[in-house]
Every structure is written in C-alpha cells, then in structure tokens.
C-alpha cells in the first residue's frame, strides 16, 4: 500500500472519533520536529494543541521553573515571539500554539490548569504527546534528565496517558525550514518522524478503542507511559532508512549508560562522559529478555517501543525479591499500623542537649541548647514550606 493512502485511510478511522492531544517538547514551539508531529496527528483529525517553551528548555527534567518575568526578556526561538511580549501567548499564525517561557513540565501544568480550561473546547486530553526530541532519549540516565521524559511523567501523574518520542537527528531546525521535498526527492525526517509518532499514537489509540471494556476508553491505563526512539531518518541523503519498524524494547538492558565527571586540567573544569555499569543494565522489572532499547537503536533502522510506569516503588515479582519490603527494610523501618512505634533514634533516643560544661562559661548554657533544639523543631516542622522556597530561589536563579 502506498503511503499516502495508508495515511487516508488511518484519517478516515479516526476522524469518527477524534481525540483531544496536547502536544509539548522541550526543544521549543518552534521547532520543526513539533511542528511536524502536530500536523500529521491534526491530520488524522484529532483536535490538537500545543503547549511549549518559547526557546529551547533540554536537560530539565521534571523540574518546575515557571517564568519569572510576565514578559519575554529576549526573542523566542527563532524570532516567532519578539522580546517585550507576555511570557505566554500563541503563535501568530496558529491559535492552537502557545508558547509559554517555562521548563517543559510547567508546559504540561499551565496547559491543564489554564490554556485548554480557558483557550480550548476542553479542559483534559485524552492524549499527551512529546517531542519528537532532538537527539535520543535511551536508558534510565535520560529518562530522569530529558525534559520531553520529564513533561511525560508529569502528564501521567496528573492521570494522563502520555508517550515521548525521540529521534536521533540533533540538529534543532525552525517549523518553516521544513522541506517539502529533499535533495533525495523524499519527505523532510521531521515530516517522517511526526508521521511516524502519529502512527504509532493512532495505533494506540485504535487498541484502546477495540478493548474499551477494560481499557476504560483511556489510550494506557493510569500511571503508565511510552519511551519511543526513532533512529536517523535518512531522508537528507537516501531511502536507507525512512520507515524503521517499531519494536519493543525495555529501558534498561545492553549498552545503557550513564554519566562520569571528567576534569580538564587545561580549564579547571568539569565536563561529562558516557559510563556504563551494571547498575544502569540491572532488570528488575518488566520483561529481561527484551533488549535494551540502545540495543535496538544499535541494531539498524529499528525505533524502540519502551513501556513503563511512574510506580517506583520496589516490585515483588520473579524477576526480583519474592518480598523486598521484607528482605530489604531494616527491623527500624515499621508498619505504620503497629501499636508501638520505635523512633527513628532507636535505642538510645535521649536528645538531651549540652549541659553548659563544653560551653564553658554561659551561665545559660542549658537555656541556650533547649532554646536552639527548639529552632529544630519549627525547621523540622517547616521542611516543606523550606523545600518550596529552596524550589523557587533555585528557580528563579535558573532563569537569570
Ligand atoms: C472542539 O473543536 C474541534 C476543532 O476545533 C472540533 O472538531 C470538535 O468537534 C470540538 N469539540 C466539541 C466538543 O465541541
Ligand atoms: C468507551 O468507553 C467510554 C468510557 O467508558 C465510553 O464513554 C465510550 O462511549 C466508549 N466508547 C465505545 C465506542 O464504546
Ligand atoms: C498493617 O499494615 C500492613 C501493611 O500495610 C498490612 O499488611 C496488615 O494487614 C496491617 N495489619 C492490620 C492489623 O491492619
Ligand atoms: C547515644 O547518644 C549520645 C548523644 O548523642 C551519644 O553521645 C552516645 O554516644 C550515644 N550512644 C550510643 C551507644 O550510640
Ligand atoms: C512555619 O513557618 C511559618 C512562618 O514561616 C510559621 O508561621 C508557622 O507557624 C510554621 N509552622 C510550623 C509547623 O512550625
């Protein structure tokens, strides 16, 4: 079948039942990758909007960092949105993207909590969808610093199916440099990467429909996401890879890396290496025998399919400690329910402060010290409130 009417006819499926997607990244509103993935998912007739960050926000994770400015210090990306405008607003030429100065897990909370309440004909996506990344998502390290991972996790939290997607091509390229047709003669690698994600979201999509009865109407049961990597489309130079297949894969396994802290000596400063252990490869849970999905990225034009949730909590299972609570938590770590809580102090839980003695000629020295563990115990009881602020310097300090 050609691609085109395999395309028409996945639009004619779904445009019986479009689904409302919110789509973000953390390369920026602007960029061709998320330009690309909207038009092919607006294509197959669901209503879309996207959410995303007036410049380029990669590395940040799930870290909140709203704008701390309601104007725009600088030029978006690419010149879209002039310096002086609000910190949020749409795209002057499509009211359904916005752009907000913001990380991309704030995209995700301001699109929720006021874009689609207040801008759209809805105020809970069915479906969010991130990305595609420039450069690829592979491995526990990146899942915990990508900023599209992070605005996905945030998106599953707030009880919404979300799936990221990555691609190998790195360079951040402008929505209108898009090319109709490359040097090749074939589509531009964001048309086929955003061609690419909406097959596979439509695919998801079309599961969930068929099995509504368990599936609850929702694209993935709460709390459960998708990782998709998508080699180097070729399409610059030649067809060599243009329709990789997806296959499944899991996060860990072969060839998974993380970071080491490597020192230049002829700068003083630090910089980062790729480092593999055993410790980023370890299967807990999910299924072993999958390979790893840089295994799969390794192994040709294939993009790998990661499915994973947002439980951390340690799994009992065959593949790990038939009771790891047990096995694993020392006899100081109770029940919440048992009749006599031992303090975390344990045994010896005297918290009698300094007698004066050590320091020296106080007259008040016992005052002094119960006075001082006194303090203690507001901060103690202030430790969230103290987190927030911390969160909001370090901000703010991020934004300057
Ligand atoms: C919301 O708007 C979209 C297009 O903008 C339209 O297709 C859809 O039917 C609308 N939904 C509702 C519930 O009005
Ligand atoms: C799917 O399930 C949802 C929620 O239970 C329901 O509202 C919807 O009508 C169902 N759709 C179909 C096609 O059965
Ligand atoms: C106490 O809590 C544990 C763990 O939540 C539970 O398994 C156990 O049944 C509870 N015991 C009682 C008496 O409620
Ligand atoms: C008990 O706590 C006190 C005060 O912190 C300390 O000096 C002492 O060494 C502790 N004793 C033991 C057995 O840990
Ligand atoms: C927390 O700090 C605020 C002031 O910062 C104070 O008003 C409040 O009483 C404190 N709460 C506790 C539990 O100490």
């Avoid at 489309?233 to 970071?259: E, H, L, Q, W, Y």
Wanted: proline content about 4%.
């Amino acid at each position: 079948m050609k691609a085109a009417s395999f395309f028409a006819g996945l639009a004619l499926v779904a445009s019986s039942h479009g689904l409302n997607v919110l789509i973000t990244n953390d390369d920026g509103f602007g960029t061709a990758n998320i330009r690309a993935m909207y038009y092919a998912m607006t294509a197959l007739g669901h209503n879309c909007y996207i959410v995303a960050s007036s410049s380029d926000q990669s590395g940040q994770g799930s870290r909140l960092i709203f704008a701390s400015n309601a104007k725009l210090t600088s030029d978006s990306e690419f010149g879209i949105i002039k310096s002086g405008a609000p910190s949020i607003g749409q795209d002057p030429k499509d009211d359904h993207i916005w752009y907000y100065n913001g990380s991309p897990a704030t995209q995700v909370l301001v699109a929720l909590d006021y874009v689609l309440p207040n801008h759209a004909n809805f105020s809970v996506p069915d479906l969010v969808m991130t990305g595609p990344n420039y450069g690829l998502n592979v491995g526990p390290f990146l899942y915990s610093i990508s900023g599209t991972l992070g605005a996905t996790q945030t998106a599953i939290e707030r009880g919404i199916p979300a799936i990221a997607f990555a691609g190998s091509y790195g360079t951040h390229t402008a929505y209108y440099d898009i090319q109709s047709s490359t040097s090749a003669g074939l589509q531009d690698p964001a048309t086929i990467m955003g061609r690419l994600a909406a097959t596979l979201a439509q695919a998801f999509i079309d599961k969930a429909s068929k099995s509504n009865a368990t599936s609850g109407g929702r694209v993935l049961p709460l709390g459960y996401g998708v990782s998709v990597n998508i080699p180097l489309i070729s399409s610059f130079k030649d067809d060599s890879c243009v329709n990789p297949p997806f296959v499944r894969a899991r996060m860990t396994g072969d060839g998974a890396f993380t970071s080491k802290a490597v020192y230049d000596n002829a700068t003083g400063l630090f910089g980062s290496a790729n480092y593999a252990d055993d410790g980023t490869n370890m299967c807990i849970n999910g299924d072993c025998n999958l390979p790893g999905e840089i295994e799969v990225i390794n192994s040709g034009c294939k993009s790998s399919v990661v499915l994973f949730t947002i439980d951390y909590d340690a799994p009992y299972g065959a593949s790990s400690l038939a009771d790891p609570y047990a096995a694993l938590l020392p006899d100081i770590v109770q029940l919440n329910n048992a009749t006599n809580l031992v303090g975390g102090l344990g045994a010896n839980a005297s918290v009698q402060g300094a007698t004066g003695s050590s320091t020296g000629t106080s007259t008040g020295g016992t005052t002094s010290a119960s006075a001082k563990s006194g303090a203690g115990r507001v901060m103690l009881g202030n430790v969230s409130s103290l987190v927030a602020l911390a969160m909001g310097v370090a901000a703010v300090a991020t934004l300057l």
